[in-house]
Structures are given as C-alpha cells and as structure tokens.
Nanobody, 126 residues
C-alpha cells in the first residue's frame, strides 16, 4: 500500500505561482508513474500532467502548457507541480496519484492510477 500526501495549496492572486508537493510512503515510489489531477466544483476530475518513473513528462491540457511543470525527486519520494501565471479558472482541488504499470498510454487515464492522495485546495482570486 502506498500513501500519498499533497501539500502546497492555498489562496493566490491571479498571475501568482504555487508549487504543489506530493510525498509518497514506501520504497517503490521510483518505479511508479505519477500524475497530478484536478477537480473543480461541479466538474469531473481531469488529468493535468504525468511523469514516468524515469522522468518523461506529459501535459494534457492545452491551457496549462507552458505554465505548469511536473517534476520528481525519487530520493525524496516526492513529485512536484509548479504552477505559474495562475488564473481563476485554475481553482480546484488538486490530487496526486501513483500508477504501478507506468505505461505511457495509461498515464493520461484516471482509471489506471492505483493510489490517490487526499487532495489540496488551490484557489486563485481575480
């Protein structure tokens, strides 16, 4: 069993930045693909970005490309989401998740993730 704990959320003004962190328990972290997701009120959860166990990155929402960056530090069992130039529409609960299979074609699929964190709220004011 893997436990994921997100941190770094909060309230920020439009144009500001936040860095989310997700720390995993267990020794298998370095073998997992990791993803960041978000869910806004009244909307479905959507995948934001994913990173393979060797550091290949994938971004799934056009409006985030160039503003968000995913990275990982396997020595710290931590994955990060750097969010810049934040917009009010980025307001959501952000979740991280771990995927054991790590297959590239699965990393954008919410249902293929095995472990989930509890989420951290990001609120962007206009």
């Amino acid at each position: 069993q893997v436990q994921l704990v997100e941190s770094g959320g909060g309230l920020v003004q439009a144009g500001g930045s936040l860095r989310l962190s997700c720390t995993a328990s267990g020794r298998a972290f370095s073998s997992y693909a990791m993803g960041w997701f978000r869910q806004a009120p009244g909307k479905e959860r959507e995948v934001v970005a994913a990173i393979s166990w060797i550091g290949h990155t994938f971004y799934y929402i056009d409006s985030m490309k160039g503003r968000f960056s995913i990275s990982r530090d396997n020595a710290k069992n931590t994955v990060y989401l750097q969010m810049n130039s934040l917009k009010p529409e980025d307001t959501a609960v952000y979740y991280c998740a771990a995927q054991k299979s790590g297959m590239t074609q699965s990393m954008g699929l919410i249902g293929k993730y095995d472990y989930w964190g509890q989420g951290t709220q990001v609120t962007v004011s206009s």
